[in-house]
């Protein structure tokens, strides 16, 4: 989820995609239904509730930002905006279900004061198909200024019945340079902004999130010790233990990566953008022990790990079946 504020300037590649949609907004040409779909952490949720802040300022005016102080802007940035509601799961990784798409529903259809109602969801994949279903109506014969932005990693997840009545905003993924040159603006140094992008998997809003944000850098640095540690192959024991101390979805994905790395090296010879923030000696050393198909296989669990991660399926056991299969005691 992006959290930055929606009044500062926008990274480079949204630039272009939120003009056009302000540009629309104010000729009141935009769809009903908007749905904004990319990579995770390229910024989809910062650029739609930029542009929902922008519609509803009172003082920006055409291709300006949002102005962050008038009444509107401060009801925005507050989460108390009478015009905008968020839908999103109870909890991170479960559905959003009927009853809340209902809500938003209900929320839609009340007249409000001004030209625009808008109901934000994120992530929409998560939207159960009854809650999809349930907003299908809306979407074809919405009420006078509603507007619905559905946020999405993975559209196809969605029903191709929401999919098709609504307009599809595809959001670039910004290559290593672009995005490096904008993190460097918040990393005390260009190599901790190079880090911060490996440890975010080239997620660059989450990149920026773990330079800004003291306990996500801990959270990569309990990863990278945890990773470490699987690279020196001490035993089970102390592996699962530096383990327990991660969090499975943060630790898995990396641990996905530090695989795909060692891979690599194997292959090219050099270490990529991840491994190079681990000692060379250790992931070579990992990468011959294991070979290449025995890391491709390691790499397709780790790939059902993540599924099941995302699930939260109990995560303590989870972890110590992870050590056995990386250590070849449970292959
Ligand atoms: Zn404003």
Known sequence: MDTQDTSERLPPWLQAPWQALVQRGRARRLPTGLLVHGAGGVGKGLLARSLVQTLLC???????????????????????????????????????????????????????????????????????????????????????????ILIADQPARLPATIRSRCEMVEIPTPDAGEAGAWLRRFASAPEAADEAYAAALGRPLLAREILVDPQRMEQWQQDR????????????TPMASVMQRSLPESLIPRLQALLLAAQRLLVTEQADAFGRQFPRDLLEAFARRH???RLAEL????????????????PQLRLEDI???????NS
Do not use: Y
Not at 97 to 121: M, P, Q, T, Y
Not at 323 to 329: D, T
């Open 225 to 236: 010790e945890a990773l470490t540690t699987l690279l020196r192959a001490p035993g089970v």
């Open 58 to 148: 009172q003082q920006a005016k055409g291709a300006d930002p949002p102005c962050g102080v008038c009444n509107a802007c401060r009801g925005f940035l507050g989460g108390v905006h009478p015009e905008v509601m968020s839908l999103e799961p109870e909890e991170a990784g479960k559905e959003i279900l009927i009853a809340a798409a209902r809500d938003a529903i209900e929320f839609l259809g009340l007249s409000g004061s001004g030209e625009l109602r808008c109901v934000l969801i994120q992530p929409a994949d998560a939207l159960n198909t009854n809650a999809a279903n349930a907003l299908l109506k809306t979407l074809e014969e919405p009420p006078a200024g509603a507007m619905l």
């Open 291 to 293: 070979g290449p198909r």
């Open 299 to 314: 790499s397709s669990r780790a790939h059902v790990w993540q599924r099941q991660a995302a699930r939260q399926l109990n």
């Open 323 to 329: 050590a056995l299969s990386l250590l070849g005691r």
